[in-house]
């Protein structure tokens, strides 16, 4: 079984600032993580993966996440935040115990950018 | 870089139709995926497919939800009679290797009426 709780469903942060968004997992097998954003009525587009090489991992647009085992956690940070970063984020967790991977999406955290 | 794709992009049909969407995976990839978004909602699995058969499906895939890859390129999801609360923006997945990335489509936004 595996589950993905997304702790925030809102963060709202002024343009220049960090930005932290954050990601707790639970799952029976060595889990891959997953960060997607999704921009107002677009698709999904990864910003970066875990998959059981380096534990901080870098992904596009200067966002970077850090696979913590003992605290289950995955947080997405950014150093300073964009205007175009307003978005929907989610945060996924991968199986390995089906024939096919399925992915679990957490709920959805809504990053709200101020001027 | 290579992509999925989805057809079309939006779908409007009225309650009762029966609707196929279509995806077209990356090319030598192994494992297919449809998910769905309910307006405001998180994303959910519906089915995964692997080998020409369904591998695992959610409790959302009933009986009115089949899926196929009829030529070996296009995977399809098809609703019998759609229903109102099928509205949803609908999204294929491929993989390459189980476990590694999957790579999602822009979506169908299906709005049933």
């Known amino acids: 079984a595996q589950s993905v709780t997304q702790l925030d469903s809102h963060v709202s942060v002024s343009e220049g600032t960090p930005v932290l968004l954050r990601c707790n997992y639970s799952?029976?097998?060595?889990?891959?993580l997953f960060w997607y954003v999704q921009h107002p009525n677009k698709g999904l587009q990864l910003l970066l993966k875990?998959?059981?090489?380096?534990?901080l991992v870098k992904g596009i647009n200067g966002f970077e996440a850090e696979f913590k085992k003992s605290e289950t956690s995955f947080h997405l940070t950014k150093p300073s935040a964009h205007m175009s970063d307003a978005a929907e984020y989610f945060c996924?967790?991968?199986?390995?115990?089906?024939?096919?991977?399925?992915?679990?999406f957490g709920d959805g955290t809504t990053l709200t950018v101020k001027p | 870089e290579p992509e999925v794709t989805q057809t079309p992009s939006h779908q409007v049909t009225q309650m009762g139709q029966e609707v196929i969407l279509r995806c077209v995976p990356i090319?030598?990839?192994?494992?297919f995926y449809w998910y769905r978004q309910i307006l405001g909602q998180k994303v959910e699995f519906l089915v995964s497919?692997?080998?020409?058969?369904?591998?695992?499906k959610s409790e959302i895939f009933d009986d009115q939800f089949s899926v196929e890859r009829p030529d070996g390129s296009n995977f399809t999801l098809k609703i019998r009679s759609t229903k109102l609360e099928d509205s949803a923006m609908y999204f294929c997945?491929?993989?390459?290797?189980?476990?590694?990335?999957?790579?999602f489509g822009q979506g169908t936004r299906l709005t049933v009426v």
């Open positions: 996924v967790v991968s199986a390995l115990n089906t024939n096919a991977g399925k992915s679990t």
């Open positions: 497919f692997y080998n020409n058969e369904i591998s695992e």
């Open positions: 875990y998959t059981s090489a380096a534990t």
């Open positions: 997945a491929s993989e390459g290797e189980r476990n590694t990335e999957a790579f």
């Open positions: 799952s029976s097998y060595s889990p891959s």
């Open positions: 090319s030598n990839h192994l494992y």
